[in-house]
């Protein structure tokens, strides 16, 4: 089986030179990023067999600065800031064909060789790092990470969907999805999703809920009570990192039915929006508070 893979690979592979034609102008090596964008990768900087082709600036200018001379003559002429910029993300992604695993590098190629590999999908990664950690203002946990696997003739194509929960700790918190070819990409499309979805959860005294609430999300169904200070939280791993995340010290929880991570985030963001304080209830029915004075 693997050598049958191997072998449509290798085949694939030709097809998509005798096709585009395209060869390192360098070492005579395959590139697969200029296989990834398609018939005009020939023009932008890649000859093929001793043929010349006409090339834009930035690409003469990435492959003459190896041997010492541009394309218009003029040695370490500057260039656009605007072909600079396509220049930095060609090498990008050449950069991360060539750091990636071999399971996943397989699935770059694969992308490459339909022409779908695209700038956009890099600047992605590009903004939350290659390994998807970066300075974040909110606190994030990841609740899940589930990988999916799609067998083709050209290989195995992998990609990975993760489950997370951001907040601050002082009642705000939310929650997103989100996919790519590696973890740490999923991750941080995750974050970005989550970000842009905050609730903000009430509390009393800023250690536990005003009272009992239910949430429920297709057959999953979260109950949670109060507790007093110091009783700490009495749940399970996802319910007690969303509490974490809102502010919650004190709460006891129960989910009934399906466990699934994603039924129970949105069960439990769901009981933690019904949250109503005092002067909300208040606004409601129309009455008034009167507080105690002891």
């Known amino acids: ?107 770059l190629l694969n992308l490459a060789l339909k022409g779908q590999m695209s700038v956009a999908d890099e600047d992605d990664g590009e903004e939350g790092g290659q390994s998807g950690f970066r300075n974040r203002a909110l606190m994030t946990r990841v609740i899940d990470v589930n990988r999916t696997n799609k067998v083709t003739k050209g290989g195995d194509l992998t990609n990975f969907t993760a489950l997370v929960v951001v907040g601050n700790g002082d009642g705000v918190i939310g929650f997103g999805s989100g996919k790519g070819a590696d973890v740490g990409l999923a991750i941080d499309k995750a974050y970005r999703k989550a970000s842009r979805s905050l609730v903000y959860v009430k509390r009393f005294d800023e250690h536990t809920i005003y009272h009992e609430v239910k949430g429920k999300y297709c057959k999953t169904l979260a109950v949670m009570l109060p507790a007093a200070s110091g009783s700490g939280i009495v749940a399970n791993d996802t319910v007690e990192a969303i509490c974490t995340l809102a502010g919650i010290k004190n709460i006891k929880a129960k989910i009934h039915g399906s466990h699934h991570p994603h039924n129970t985030v949105r069960a439990v963001f769901d009981a933690l929006e019904a949250v109503e304080s005092p002067e909300d209830v208040a606004e409601r029915t129309g009455m008034n508070i009167y507080r105690d004075r002891i």
Do not use: C, W
């Open 1 to 107: 089986m693997r050598a049958t893979r191997a072998t449509s690979l290798a085949r694939l592979t030709a097809n998509a030179l005798a096709s585009s034609r395209v060869v390192n102008r360098v070492d005579g090596s395959f590139n697969p990023i200029a296989v990834a964008h398609g018939s005009i990768a020939s023009q932008r900087g890649f000859t093929a067999a001793g043929e010349s082709f006409r090339r834009p600036r930035a690409f003469g200018r990435s492959f003459a600065s190896e041997s010492g001379a541009s394309d218009d003559g003029t040695d370490g002429a500057p260039v656009d800031a605007k072909d600079a910029a396509l220049r930095r993300r060609y090498e990008a992604l050449f950069a991360r064909f060539e750091n990636a695993p071999s399971k996943q590098r397989r699935f």
